[in-house]
């Protein structure tokens, strides 16, 4: 069954670090996400992309956060200057339509020390 | 997207039914209704989802009102693997908005 796969599973970085989390979402899918949840709260959504561009972002979302899809398979989220309240674990997600399943990954942990 | 309602924690015995209520009184007629769950130390993992009509995968059951103002997830038989946080979301298709908000959902325990 094809599967998301975000890299690394975790990641421990000093607060203003740069920090990419990569993602592999499922082939045929064309619109993508970025969750994330802080231990013990709940998923939250932070941007979703279509067509190559932003379609819809939350105000967590700030200028520190940037996303990319720089080949046909990669889809990436990066934080520029980490903060000790982005550790997290980080959930990518693909869906084939805009209102279909989701698909998730296993997620990747970001400890900012 | 309108909002869900959802208790905060349910239990059932194992492998007895489990009917999960959720209600969206606010529904729009383009609203998805949606259904996932998480299990521990894992991502959210897609259960079903239905429009207007009852429908019926391999994980579970899902039935919807007549007023669509209120769903049910059915799980069959549970099992201790289908402990997790279920979440119920509307996904409204005619918004142009691209996300699935999640609340905090219904936190089922299993009792073997």
């Known amino acids: 069954e094809p599967e998301v796969t975000q890299t690394p599973s975790h990641q421990v970085t000093q607060m203003g670090q740069e920090v990419i989390l990569r993602c592999v979402p499922i082939?045929?899918?064309?619109?993508f996400y970025w969750y994330r949840q802080i231990l013990g709260q709940k998923v939250e959504f932070l941007v979703s992309?279509?067509?190559?561009?932003?379609?819809?972002k939350s105000e967590i979302f700030d200028d520190q956060f940037s996303v990319e899809r720089p080949d046909g398979s990669n889809f990436t989220l990066k934080i520029r200057s980490t903060k000790l309240e982005d550790s997290a674990m980080y959930f990518c997600a693909s869906s084939e339509t805009n209102t279909g399943e989701l698909f998730f990954g296993e997620g990747s942990r970001l400890t900012v020390l | 997207d309108a909002k869900t309602t959802q208790p905060n924690s349910m239990e059932s015995n194992e492998e007895e039914p489990v009917h999960l209520p959720c209600n969206h009184s606010?529904?729009?007629?383009?609203?998805?209704i949606h259904w996932y769950r998480q299990l521990p130390s894992q991502g959210p993992e897609y259960v079903i989802h239905g429009l207007t009509s009852n429908v019926n995968n391999r994980m579970a059951s899902l039935a919807i009102a007549e007023d669509r103002k209120s769903s049910t997830l059915i799980l069959h038989r549970a099992t201790l693997r289908d402990a997790a946080v279920y979440y119920c979301?509307?996904?409204?298709?005619?918004?142009?908005?691209?996300?699935?908000?999640f609340g905090t959902g219904t936190r089922l325990k299993v009792l073997a």
């Open positions: 082939s045929n899918h064309l619109y």
């Open positions: 606010t529904i729009s007629g383009t609203d998805y």
């Open positions: 979301i509307l996904r409204d298709f005619s918004s142009g908005t691209y996300k699935y908000i």
């Open positions: 992309f279509y067509n190559n561009e932003i379609s819809e």
